[in-house]
């Protein structure tokens, strides 16, 4: 692959900047979103539109969407039992595409998958792929069984940046009324004139504790040559992408039209993901308020490019599992105790130790708490146990 010239990746950093800044305008708001990933359930993914069987007989059969209609028809390569996943996914992709704008089609041949995806539909913007929306599963294991249940988009930052006016809450809306899930939300502040005290304040307010969170000091990695006469190239994450939410600040300028061009150009980028976390589809609508709610840090660096924003908060779901195996356990120790603990105790005193250990070892667990963890179990027995009254005349092994 021969590498563009210099020309052509300052004309393509040149137009970036500026459909941003048109953005900006428009929008009232200085927080781009540069990312989005989300997943629909196939049941609530409307099942092979009518237009897609019987296309309607005034269609323009040079119309990119007709042709891809008509691929997704035929689908040789797809078995018949396979037919509603393709044409629902086909459904999603050119809807997203709609609400992108004109310039984005669907292509009309699918493609291998991405992401344990089997298969995908590819948006395109002047035939450079932008996006796309991911269908069937590349294999048979249980999990990628119920992924195979889901179609999946993924629209890159060409996508975001390139989009019509108003795409973001004709996106909003196509994921509330099919109930998808976000799974991604990047949100970008752009400082075209340089960030007051450069990249190397930012570095500084770290290691100051002024990007800290809840008092807690976040995972860092400094990216690039941070010596004395360094001059550009240089990114930091700080934050985590497992706890579904990282920032990185970079020399945005630099990326785009090389080091040497000296662009004080700063961006940063605030990375939300759904490991931990619900994503709100607000955030479409409201990404200022979303940045500004990651962290006191986040809401100080918006006010340097003079938004206002009301801080919207996304938290973590860490406890939510936990108390959700302790209430589990909670049940199961209430059903023993109630209903099986006196046959329990005659099986232990007449069968032995060792015999009642044999005996009790070799079940299965109960169906409700299969779905845990052994060391989620492990953690939360003993704190469900104690939250249990002892009954009158509870037998000796269950106080142990």
Known sequence: ???????????????????????????????????????????????????????????????????????????????????????????????????????????????????????????????????????????????????????????????????????????????????????????????????????????????????????????????????EHSHGGRSIYFGSKEAGKETNAYEKGDQLFGIDAGSPWLRLELRYGNKLRVLPVDMLRRPADFFAGASDWHAAALAQADAAAIPQKVPTQARLPMETVEAECVRNIRWTLQNAAPSIAVAFKYLGVEEFLTFVSTQKLPGRLQKFMPAELGRSFAAAFGRLSQPEGAPAFAMA
């Open 1 to 227: 692959m021969t590498r563009p010239s210099r020309s052509s990746l300052v004309l393509d950093g040149s137009e970036v900047k500026y459909r941003l800044e048109a953005e900006r305008l428009a929008s009232k708001t200085p927080v781009h979103v540069d990312w989005v990933r989300f997943t629909v359930l196939r049941r609530n993914a409307p099942y092979v539109p009518v237009d897609l069987i019987f296309p309607h007989p005034d269609t323009n059969i040079w119309d990119e969407n007709y042709r891809a209609a008509q691929q997704a028809r035929v689908l040789r390569e797809i078995p018949d039992c396979d037919f509603d996943a393709s044409t629902q996914a086909l459904d999603l992709a050119q809807t997203v595409a709609m609400a992108l704008g004109p310039d984005f089609i669907v292509n009309p041949e699918f493609k291998k998958g991405h992401d344990f995806y089997k298969f995908r539909w590819c948006i395109e913007r002047n035939g450079a792929e932008c996006g796309w929306v991911g269908f069937l599963s590349s294999g048979d294991s249980p999990r990628q069984k119920a992924q195979a249940q889901t179609i999946h988009c993924n629209l890159f930052g060409m996508a975001c940046t390139f989009a019509q006016h108003g795409w973001r809450e004709r996106l909003a809306d196509i994921l509330e009324e099919r109930e998808a899930t976000l799974t991604r939300c990047d949100l970008a502040l752009d400082f075209f004139d340089g960030f007051p005290g450069g990249i190397k304040a930012i570095r500084d307010d770290y290691n100051e504790g002024r990007c800290n969170v809840g008092g807690k000091l976040l995972k860092v990695n400094f990216v690039g040559d941070w010596s």
